[in-house]
């Protein structure tokens, strides 16, 4: 065959970090001499069985590098999550197109649907090197320290809640911010290193890790309000009750699904102002407020972690190298070999396809409604440098005049 | 007397650079060798009438210079509207400890309240200097070209929406962003500077100097979706029926009114989830997102135009030069000078007090869903320098095979 065509695409929902990705799959396949063309596929796999393909090596070094630093998925995304069926359509494209590498960026998801083309092309004996390159915000993938995407994510979250404390603590009162990470809770728990003096919030912290019990909740609530005057709350879109029901679902007439059979969690306001309501009425307190994260917290742009950049480029590189030197298809995972740095290794599709991570118990401290210093030190370097900071006037009090 | 004091207080929603005009106050006044003491009133007018004061001669000019970069009202803020008898009791206290300089930093209300206090030492043949020194994120005080706080608010929107418009490109469908701004759409309007390319969203944009009727927001959201295959919206949280009726309002049972008779209009992602339930429902289009970009907007640490933060020092700085070289009480106000350069001046009290300013007609496009050149050339200077850009992909298509 030698072809010399490689296939990269991008699945899922988009990160600040995914065109690293992209870009390094592109740059590095390209300085291969085995490699002749690096297609993109438009929208991920639909572009694949739409034959939707653009051609990366027209495209300059330049402009690569400049939508390398633009979030969100230049290629285009898909929710689509292949059956056998719409496996074997794309196992079918590649095939016709002589594609001998095929790379995807992506999820929990988009690791199953290599596996399954992966197995195709063995079936059919055809010599197709895939490659699944790790990116979620959720940073739920199993075998990996973190993924890519997730610091970003991450940084986004720790510095809104660093400033909407700032604006707790000048106009107190109960502040709710729900925060997106599906059924792990490492973006929420991110809201932890806003905090910086010990009466900072996030003061409370509830993760889909814990069963989340409503009348706690208020408890929590309460109490933190009469010792502070004021409480932030940092909840993830996860949180469910202890038959497993999340607490969006308990309220929301209709729950839309995706094609993965995923509740669509986010893109409503609904969870904040039902626990917002909940908090008004049954603790009497009257400014309560609820902000739900949505969409500016996995694509604000202008919010990157350094760290999250480089790995994310590094992944893709890493992935073109495991295809080219290696013998085996797998999906790409980041280690930790010291604080702070990484190395890669390529884990079978097997083993991370389709499963899910969630916080380590030592992460959650034993209260259940906060993060201990393990998970501080974990995610602190991810964060990157020039991290924004908080300060506080330390003036003296001036002494009452008599009336 | 010749106490050599003055007071310094912070009024109404944070921003991220309220600060700054706080800490310009401080240093400012601790150049003239006339002043003694600087106080800060810790919450506003409330801290006034309490009695709480910070004594901000004894903490250091380092410290001062952090609290300044930091968002949100170091000193705390209020929500209080002072009628005339708490007016009386502020001008009390600020008599009982000897104050000749009051500095309140502050929007419409603040303004009003600055203004009764300055009529009540009048009464009182008591020489108080009273200063309003602006502040608001939602543009809206006469007689400035801008307001400090709204350039910082800009940038945030600007960029929240570049980035959910690269998200929705990945992932098609609609979204509807809510802003904040109250009556004026300069916040919403902002949305408009995270456009790039002719077809990027925001596509539409609606404001509160327009009247909304939901037929025709949905028939443009029906003809943008058509055209594009999604579809960006921009959506003031101020926006109204013909009566004047809030959006909001119109769904929402029981409206929260704070104590200026200003209806809660923020704090809730129900309006965002309204306008999505109806274009799901009435256009039948599946992938329908909201977010309410809420108090995020305000008070995000590390988003922050430089200009905002240079003008906001100004405005404080000037405020203490009006004051020690002046013989008038006033409003500083911003006056642009040049593209790009401004120059402060001292307006009367009741020329700003209590008064609102909307969008200019000329700075509203004709269809009424858009911004013109005007307003972007009006805006883009105050966002400041390292705007983050975003890039496309230009590469070629690749033919489909023959099946």
Known sequence: MA???????????????????MVGVALEARRHHKVELVYGARHGVRGIVNEDFVDLTQETSHNLELVAATPSSALGSTRDKPDAKYCHEIFEVLRRHEIEHFFYIGGNDSSDTVRIVS???????????????????????????HTPGFPSAARFVAQAFA?????NAALPGVYVGVVMGRHAGFLTAASA???KFPDDGPHLIYLPERTFVLEQFLA??????????????????????????????LLAKELEQDAHGNVQLSGTGALADLLCEEIR????????????????????????SDVDQREAREVGEKAVQFA????????????RTGFYSVDYELLPLAAVAGKTRVM????????????TDAFRLYLRPLLGSGMPDAFRLRAAQVPKMAR
Chains 1, 2 share one sequence.
């Open 163 to 167: 400033g909407v404390n700032l604006d």
């Open 360 to 371: 380590d118990e030592a992460f959650i401290s034993d209260d259940g409604t906060g993060v």
């Open 324 to 335: 080219m030197w290696g013998t085996q298809d797998g999906s790409v995972a980041i280690k």
């Open 119 to 145: 197995e195709e092309a063995h079936k059919a004996a055809y010599p197709l090197r895939c490659i699944h390159i790790p990116k979620t915000i959720d940073n739920d993938l199993v075998g990996n320290d």
């Open 193 to 195: 290193l806003g905090k």
């Open 281 to 304: 009425s049954k603790l009497g307190i009257k400014r309560v407020r609820g902000d739900t994260f949505g969409y500016l917290q996995r694509s604000f742009i202008g919010c990157v």
């Open 3 to 21: 072809s010399g065509k490689i296939l990269v695409a991008q699945g899922g929902g988009p990160t600040a970090v995914i065109n690293q990705s």
């Open 220 to 249: 929590d609530v309460k109490a933190t309000y009469a010792r502070y005057g004021r409480c932030v709350v940092a909840v993830s879109e996860g949180i469910h009750d202890a038959a497993g029901v999340p607490m969006l679902g």
